[in-house]
């Protein structure tokens, strides 16, 4: 197995991490609503995957700059982009005091990022297959 | 206030001739203008005849206009009316104003004349009884004080049911083919209207009954709209906020009764919502089973509600207070209580750093505790105080009951903060009651000799939160300076070169998020933090009130505060005082239960909001007020009215723990015009006050005068579209009832929360804090202040009412220098100062009479009146004394009384108030008219 089909498998293994995370958030996100946990316990569970999953998302996109990946470079930016604005402006992690009030954005973000979670893993998985297959990239 | 019209001197000579009338020969009534209608009051009999009454005989001039005869008119502006041009340039509104308020001029009695026509202002179920808003305005400025007062009879209106009937809903369709718009540009407002709040709503199927049952008062809780539409798609046709403005547990002024306190064997509650029984259930089967007002689910009335067994008699359910008052209190049975009721318990934390002692703060804190020590809740001797006090390092004092003298333990660490005898610095009052009186009589001096001045709050909070933890309590913190040592320490962050950018924002935010961590610690930990804040320079105060935003407490802020003044030591003392002495509850849940369909969008306040609509506060403070947004999700086709209840679980101040029920009862309408001819100004401008603050602190400052102002272009122009024809582009037409709102709306622009301008973010942030805490009453005032002219009194004005412990207090006026005349002295209560205003011209007699020295010799600032020797400063120190007293009660806030002379440094401070009129870059009202329309226009 190529070094590129090795590195098709571990991301599409983070975007697994990372799907189940989001999964997670949506979970806490909607027991919040139905008054099953506590606003500062929520904060206080949801903000140590914050930042995990922020760098493990980064590590990934940077491994495809080093890699020369474009494609897959390309698809990852804009959240890498906006992951980046989020943390500069000191939004990334939630804040039990204005939790209500950012709900509706913050499940649509973690409902969002699910889905692209969900894309990339097949499409890493897709990528891991072809390399093994060609024993190069379709996307080179 | 550079663009402030120049306030020309009137130069002696252009006098009126009546001017040089011997002042003392005139026995006219005091303040009569010839030629007004004012004669259907009994004069006012001099009784001193010292006062000449100078305006009295004002005969018309070419410098003078003739004297008004009419509220609505302008007043003659004098100011500035030497030169006729400068008049006439500031004159705004067009010269046939007379007939102002659509209903033209006659409806529109003189200034000083009997009781004056209400303003159309539809309540349902008040239709067609003028008398009841006559009754009000007799003595216009108290009815707002005093709702209980208009609640012990209005239903005189009700003594015939059947009209009643008929005048409760159906009402509503009588008022739609009467819907006046008012055209605004054609009169400025009537803001004699503010203090109107809207009677009680009595829904139609209740007020059959026996025993009337009503809405709670308007000081519990009121809706922006009181009449709901009835889907979702209406609501945004009318533009307006839905939402509630609560304070279920707030103060009692003294004419208002008490709330009935129930304590039935079982709490009767709906099984499916949990709601409790409250006025507006209704009985089914033979009054077995009652059926929930809120999920309309049928449950089974205990028999105690029927037929009482120790006296073998049917019960009356017209006496029981909870089958009758909307407002009522619950001793709760032992299934609410976890553990034993909190004890009251108070940490003081104070500053005694360089500053504080210098400003003689602690001195005056330690005579003040010292003297309220009896004042404290102690029911059952069980209320526990501690004391730390901060510099550099941390003191703690050993107050066990068995020493002979306090004992002094100093913590110099102040990043792992070690508690030393962690058992005897928390202390019960009673016990250790002398060597508490031998620490406070001590503590004015023990720190006399530092020279420190670094201040350790974080680190003694941290401790005062460790002593607590257990049991849960309040912390009253005491600074005098920016917390600048230790850990999380402040920086000093203002910065003037960026007010006015985008960037003031973030020094209207917390600085470090500790403070705010900190705070939702103590909530969880049932600890409120209060905090009394002394400076003269910047002590971040956006920052340090965090902590009382998220515990439910108060901030207190005395700028400058330095104690050999009479006035800042008299303030400071009488409000700890209350402070301490109020009544508090403690270990506090709100929940708010609403109609199905209805969901809460948003909650404004002092609190940490636990779930949508539970609110943890681990003190209910009287002094604070919620706002609540209500999206309405669903269709309420079926439902004839929908309900809020909310019940506040707390441990009373007597160890007992109670459940105080607030149920508020609103009819739904399928009609637009309902909807506008029910909605409220005051709901309305508090609640965007309380969102806009919450947007400042979150967002940026732009952002929330963007908020203001959208709300009400929306509600314009959703007036608009609905209800005027084409062709009326050039006017701004609104509903009559609503007419106060773009007044309001401008002035909470204009209020030094929001305005443009360099405000130091200090004054900024305790502006905001105001706005956000405080309740309905006391925000009212701060937006528009509350400006009486003084110089003319009518025959009761400034006497108490007869039974009550309220005063006649004059007519408001209307905040612009062209009301005001420039002989005129004039009071202005902005709910945190009482401004006096003395014109250059004022009547040197009167001046005299009150301040017992000639105009030149009053000392403008901060003052204490002499005491009255006259009866003319006898009536306006009951006038003072009156404000500052509602105020303490209300708001735990005894304002200064500043003098203000005219041509003053502090003139530009008074003018700013003058909401009306151009200030600096903000518009003056009818400029802010021309550009609403213009708004409204674009977008609609």
């Known amino acids: 197995m190529g070094g590129e089909a090795l590195l098709f498998l571990f991301a599409a293994i983070v975007s697994a991490l990372l799907l189940f995370i989001m999964v997670y958030f949506i979970i806490m996100f909607s027991d919040l609503e139905c008054d099953y946990i506590n606003p500062i316990d929520l904060c206080t569970k949801l903000n140590q995957f914050v930042l995990p999953n922020y760098i493990a998302h980064a590590v990934l996109t940077v491994l495809f700059l080093i890699t020369g990946k474009w494609l897959t470079l390309l698809f990852n930016l804009p959240l890498l982009g906006y992951n980046i604005k989020r943390y500069l402006d000191n939004k990334h992690m939630f804040d039990a005091t ?36 060609h024993n190069k990239s379709l996307y080179a | 206030m550079g663009s402030q019209p120049p306030m020309t001197p ?20 005091f303040g009569s203008r010839s030629g007004t209608p004012q004669m259907s009051r009994p004069p006012f009999q001099m009784t001193s005849g010292q006062f000449s009454p100078q305006l009295s005989s004002r005969s018309p001039s070419p410098g003078f206009p003739p004297p008004p005869t009419d ?56 239709m067609g009884q003028p008398n009841m808003m006559q009754r009000d305005l007799q003595s216009p400025g108290n009815n707002f004080q005093n709702p209980m007062n208009n609640f012990q009879n209005p239903m005189n209106n009700f003594q015939n049911p059947i009209n009643n009937l008929s005048n409760s ?82 103060n009692i002024g003294p004419d208002e009764p008490e709330v009935p ?166 202390v019960n009052l009673s016990e250790s009651r002398a060597i508490i009186e031998a620490f406070l009589n001590k503590l004015g001096n023990m720190h006399k000799t530092t020279q420190n001045v670094s201040s350790a709050l974080p680190a003694a909070l941290t401790a005062a939160n460790k002593i607590l933890g257990p049991i849960g309590g309040k912390i009253a913190v005491f600074q005098s300076n920016i917390p600048n040592c230790g850990k999380n320490s402040l920086k000093k962050r203002e910065d003037p070169s960026l007010y006015n950018t985008p960037k003031e924002s973030t020094l209207l935010q917390p600085a470090d998020h500790w403070y705010k961590d900190f705070a939702l610690d103590c909530s969880k930990k049932q600890i409120c933090v209060d905090t009394f804040i002394f400076s003269g320079q910047y002590t971040d105060v956006a920052t ?29 003392s009488s409000e700890l005082n209350r402070f301490l002495s109020k009544k508090i509850g403690l270990e506090a849940v709100l929940r708010i239960r609403t109609s199905r369909g209805l969901t809460i969008k948003g909650t404004y306040g002092n609190f940490f909001l636990m779930a949508t609509d539970l609110i943890q506060l681990p003190n209910v403070n009287p002094d604070n007020c919620y706002a609540l947004e209500v999206n309405i999700d669903k269709d309420l086709t079926s439902e004839k009215y929908v309900c809020f209840q909310a019940a506040v679980l707390h441990t009373s101040n007597n160890g007992e723990r109670r459940i105080r029920v607030v149920t ?44 203001i102002i959208s709300t009400c272009v929306d509600i314009m122009g959703a007036y608009k579209q609905a209800f005027t024809s084409s062709g009326q582009a050039s006017k701004l037409l609104i509903i009559d009832n609503l007419s106060l709102l773009p007044v309001l ?112 010799a009053i000392p403008s600032g901060k003052t204490t009146l002499p005491t009255p020797n006259n009866d003319y400063a006898t009536r306006i120190n009951n006038i003072i004394e009156f404000i500052r007293k509602s105020r303490l009660i209300s708001y735990n806030n005894l304002p200064y009384v500043y003098v203000v002379k005219e041509e003053d440094n502090n003139r530009g401070w008074f003018i700013s108030h003058m909401v009306e009129d151009k200030l600096d870059s903000e518009l003056s009202y009818p400029q802010f008219l021309s550009h609403l329309r213009e708004q409204v226009n674009i977008n609609y």
Request: glycine share 4%.
């Open chain 2, 745 to 856: 709306i401008q002035a909470l622009l204009k209020n030094i929360a929001f305005r443009r301008g360099n405000i130091p973010s200090d004054i900024r942030s305790f502006a905001l804090s105001v706005l956000l805490g405080s309740p309905i009453e006391n925000s009212l005032a701060y937006i528009y202040s509350k400006l009486y002219a003084i110089h003319i009194l009518d025959a009761n004005t400034g006497l108490p009412i007869p039974n009550t412990s309220e005063v006649y207090m004059p007519p408001r006026i209307n905040l612009s220098m062209q009301r005001m005349t420039q002989d005129g002295i004039y009071l202005l209560d902005n709910s945190q100062h009482i401004i006096i205003w003395l014109s250059r011209g004022s009547n040197p007699e009167l001046v005299n009479a009150l301040f017992q020295k000639p105009y030149e």
């Open chain 2, 71 to 126: 509220k609505a008119m302008p007043q003659s502006p004098n100011i500035g009316n030497a030169s006729p041009q400068t008049g006439r340039h500031r004159q705004k509104y067009p010269d046939q104003m007379g007939k102002a308020y659509s209903n033209g001029p006659e409806s529109l009695p003189g200034m000083n004349q009997g009781p004056q026509q209400p303003p159309q202002f539809f309540v349902p179920g008040n």
């Open chain 2, 169 to 250: 809903f159906s009402n509503m369709n009588l008022n739609q083919k009467n819907v006046t718009s008012v055209s605004l540009f054609d009169a400025p407002p009537n803001v004699q209207t503010i203090d109107n709040c809207p009677e009680p709503v009595i829904p139609a199927q209740f007020c059959m009954q026996s025993s009337e049952k009503k809405n709670p008062p308007y000081g519990y809780c009121c809706s922006t709209l009181n009449a709901v539409p009835q889907n979702n798609a209406l609501l945004q046709k009318s533009k307006i906020p839905f939402g509630i403005v609560l304070s279920p547990y707030k």
């Open chain 2, 10 to 29: 009137q130069p002696m000579g252009s006098q009126p001739p009546t001017a040089s009338q011997p002042p003392m020969a005139s026995q006219q009534p």
């Open chain 1, 98 to 133: 204005e939790i209500f009030r950012t709900l509706p954005y913050d499940k649509k973000e973690s409902f969002i990022k699910l889905v692209f979670f969900f894309v990339s893993f097949f499409l890493y998985l897709y990528g891991m297959v072809m390399a093994i297959l």
């Open chain 2, 261 to 426: 306190v129930t304590s039935p064997e079982v709490i009767v509650r709906c099984e499916i919502c949990r709601a409790y029984i409250n006025p507006f259930i209704t009985y089914v089967d033979q009054g077995t089973r009652w059926k929930c007002n809120i999920c309309h689910v049928v449950n089974d009335l205990p028999a105690f509600y029927s037929w009482d067994s120790k006296t073998r008699q049917a019960v009356d359910r017209n006496t029981i207070p909870e089958l009758n008052s909307s407002v009522v209190e619950f001793v709760a049975t032992r299934e609410y209580t976890r553990g034993p009721p909190q004890p009251v318990v108070i940490m003081f934390v104070i500053d005694v750093s360089f500053q504080s002692i210098q400003s003689g703060m602690v001195a005056t804190a330690a005579r003040t505790i010292l003297s309220s020590l009896d004042n404290i809740p102690n029911y059952d001797n069980r209320t526990k105080i501690g004391f730390v006090t901060y510099d550099s390092t941390l003191h703690f004092y050993n107050l066990n009951a068995n020493l002979t003298e306090p004992q002094m333990l100093v913590v110099s660490d102040l990043d792992d903060v070690f508690i030393p005898a962690p058992d005897d610095l928390l």
């Open chain 2, 664 to 707: 508020n009862v609103i009819p739904v309408t399928n009609n637009l015009t309902e909807v506008f001819a029910n909605a409220d100004p005051r709901a309305i401008a508090v609640l965007t006050a309380k969102k806009a603050v919450e947007k400042t602190i979150t967002d940026k400052l732009e952002d929330a005068r963007n908020l």
């Open chain 2, 544 to 572: 340090i009130s965090t902590l009382p935003r998220f515990t439910g407490g108060s901030v207190y802020f005395y700028p400058g505060f330095d104690a050999s003044r009479a006035e800042d030591a008299t303030k400071f």
